[in-house]
T-cell receptor, first 116, second 112 residues
């Protein structure tokens, strides 16, 4: 079945550093990828929609200068958390939509980000 | 308008029993209703999904019941097993945006 790979799966870094998370669709092309954030014992909250070759669309309340998204190819989107602080610590999950199918979205296994 | 309400927050079921999780939505533009299963430290995995043109869909032990007039849908897990213990999320989206709006989640524990 369709696979979405996220890297890294876990990252710990110091406050003030920037962290890049990669999301790859391994066996299909994805014109659209989505980035979610999930705090412990909470639901997934959509942060932004990433479209290949164009600017990402951010949800209300999500700082676009804080969370930089690049969707350079049909199989890769990246999320960069800039100048990360402890409050940015969370579980970040991406999903990708197969261009051949309207649904479903295929999810990656997430990246746990811990900012010290 | 975008909210999807899910209940219960947690559920304990004996092995072999039926687990039932309910969701309600407000936006009548939603036309795709998936259920996801998530284990700790993992991303959500699609279980089953339904569109509003049918009232029920069954895949193995999982069944979605859909009530368009009430704007409600539910997940039934038959013959629940300890391996089903996970967090379950309902979601909804439209064909125009494909953005998934998730419910708050239900933590299911199936006792042996």
């Amino acid at each position: 079945g369709a696979v979405v790979s996220q890297h890294p799966s876990w990252v710990i870094c110091k406050s003030g550093t920037s962290v890049k998370i990669e999301c790859r669709s391994l066996d299909f092309q994805a014109t659209t990828m989505f980035w979610y954030r999930q705090f412990p014992k909470q639901s997934l909250m959509l942060m932004a929609t990433s479209n290949e070759g164009s600017k990402a669309t951010y949800e209300q309340g999500v700082e676009k200068d804080k969370f930089l998204i690049n969707h350079a190819s049909l199989t890769l989107s990246t999320l960069t958390v800039t100048s990360a602080h402890p409050e940015d610590s969370s579980f970040y999950i991406c999903s990708a939509r197969d261009v051949q199918n309207h649904q479903p979205q295929h999810f990656g296994d997430g990246t746990r980000l811990s900012i010290l | 308008q975008q909210q999807v309400k899910q209940s219960p927050q947690s559920l304990i079921v004996q092995k072999g029993g039926i687990s039932i999780i309910n969701c309600a939505y407000e936006n009548t533009a939603f036309d795709y209703f998936p259920w996801y299963q998530q284990f700790p430290g993992k991303g959500p995995a699609l279980l089953i999904a339904i569109r509003p043109d049918v009232s029920e869909k069954k895949e193995g032990r999982f069944t979605i019941s859909f009530n368009k007039s009430a704007k409600q849908f539910s997940l039934h897990i038959m013959d629940s097993q300890p391996g089903d213990s996970a967090t379950y999320f309902c979601a909804a989206s439209t064909s125009s945006s494909y953005k998934l709006i998730f419910g708050s989640g239900t933590r299911l524990l199936v006792r042996p």
